[in-house]
């Protein structure tokens, strides 16, 4: 897989995992990889919630595993 195939997944995958999970005070969410290892940072404004900090690993966990799409027929 190339480079850029790499970051369009990457990008697409962090799009989909933030959906409903961006709250007023996140200023910024950035991603990068190398090799194996996929890094996301989140910047807010102030000190974090502990919603936020909920919100931010399970954008985590979704942007490394994907959620099962329900209902769908083979």
Not at 4 to 26: C, D, F, H, W, Y
Not at 39 to 51: H, Q
Request: include cysteine; charged fraction near 25%.
């Amino acid at each position: 897989m190339t480079d850029l195939e790499i970051r369009t997944k990457l990008l697409l995958s962090l799009q989909r995992a933030l959906l409903g999970a961006v709250s007023p005070a996140l200023r910024e969410v950035s991603c990068g990889w190398q090799a194996k290892q996929i890094t996301l940072r989140f910047v807010y404004d102030g000190e974090i919630s502990e919603a936020d900090f909920d919100a931010a690993h399970i954008v985590g966990a979704e942007v490394v595993i994907p959620p099962v799409n329900k209902g769908l027929q083979k």
